[in-house]
């Protein structure tokens, strides 16, 4: 990739993996969907994945450090409409200065790869970033790839203070699970086949998609041994009861995947086996455990109609309110339209379809 301008500050590179992450790392917005890894993950199943980023200098031989970057996926849109660029949990810039010339870097990587449209999911933004979606080009979409709601829970204090902020009826399970002479451990790579096959009971039983067993291996493979993810597994006289695959960065971890089997659930192994990654990530040095997604909802709506409803993410909303979190909401979607013409078309059969 070439400068911005010939009197640019900034240098527009494809940075290597290994740089990336090292940026990454040094990030405090630092997501584990902005990492290399995932990208790779993602590029296995349908995404190409492309990084830009920003060095400081007009130089392209410089080898400076990165100051601001992106890490994008690509997919196909039907009928060879180009494709759809997706920015999720990012971009990063070291200073407030850096947007203008980071956006005019993406735009010309989205338009490199034919993308009819970008959308952007910042996530979570807290002190320090004051948003100018509208200014930036951005309209607000009501299609978004990730849950925009979640459940955050504050695991820095002692394990005493964290079961007291729960609801009495899940704390008195999670204390149930460690009495049932139920085993929690870390899983290794042969221990993949028990949670697939966990997942795939969990999605027959709340009627959701699961991915193929190849997908939960690639993302072990890529994301365990470098120490950012863990599998955690319950087993009870030779049976696995359920499981748990979560992902850390910086000082947060999120609980992506989990499943449960259907036998033996008075043990409460699904509370157990939470209650074990979070310790874990206590370990791993986090301060926040992010239960990844309930339905897009206010909290009263929320307590009004759990009880009531099973489908999408109500099915798992019950369970994850009781360990003691506040709910927060992400800045959602956000869509960078290149095609009116196109993105017009992907509106309508989102709209059809839902």
């Known amino acids: 990739m070439s400068d911005l301008s010939p009197d640019s500050v900034y240098t ?25 890894a995932w990208g790779a993950l993602k590029s296995a199943y349908e995404w190409d994945c492309v990084r830009v980023a920003l060095r400081e200098g007009g130089d392209p031989a410089d080898d400076a450090p990165i100051v601001a970057g992106a890490q994008l996926l690509f997919k196909r849109l039907p009928l060879r409409l180009g494709t759809m660029a997706y920015l999720p949990m990012g971009a990063y810039v070291s200073d407030g200065s850096q947007w203008e010339a980071l956006w005019s870097a993406i735009d010309a990587c989205a338009r ?16 320090g970033f004051p948003p100018a979606f509208e200014e930036w080009g951005f309209r607000e979409s009501a299609q978004t790839i990730q849950p925009p709601r979640t459940i955050l829970l504050d695991i820095s204090q002692s394990d005493d ?14 204390r149930q699970s460690l009495k049932n002479d139920v085993r929690y451990y870390e899983g290794t790579r042969a221990d993949l086949a028990k949670f697939t096959a966990l997942m795939h009971t969990t999605g027959t039983r709340n009627a959701f998609g699961v991915h193929e067993p190849a997908y939960y291996e690639q993302a072990y493979d890529l994301f365990v041994p470098r120490g950012d993810a863990a599998l955690i597994l319950a087993e009870h006289d030779g049976d696995t009861l359920a499981g748990v695959l979560v992902f850390a960065k910086h000082y947060t971890t999120w609980y992506l995947y989990g499943a449960s089997s ?26 926040t455990y992010d239960f990844w997604g309930i339905p897009d909802e206010d ?48 509106q309508l059969a989102v709209t059809l379809r839902d």
């Open 12 to 36: 527009v590179c494809t940075p290597s993996p290994s740089e990336w992450d090292h940026f990454v790392d040094q990030h405090p917005r630092a997501h584990i969907l902005q990492t290399s």
């Open 112 to 127: 490199d790869h034919n993308a009819a449209f970008l959308k952007w999911e910042p996530g979570i933004l807290e002190g």
């Open 161 to 174: 203070e964290i079961l007291a902020h729960m609801n009495q009826g899940t704390r008195r399970k999670i």
């Open 262 to 287: 259907d036998h033996k659930r008075n043990l409460m192994a699904s509370y157990g086996v939470q209650w074990s990654a979070i310790q874990w990530a206590k370990r791993r040095g986090c301060d």
């Open 299 to 346: 909290a009263d709506t929320l307590e009004a109609e759990f009880e009531q409803r099973s489908d999408g993410l109500w099915g798992v909303y019950g369970f994850k309110r009781g360990w003691g979190g506040h709910i927060v909401r992400s800045e959602g979607a956000w869509d960078r339209v290149y095609n009116p013409l196109i993105y017009g078309g992907y």
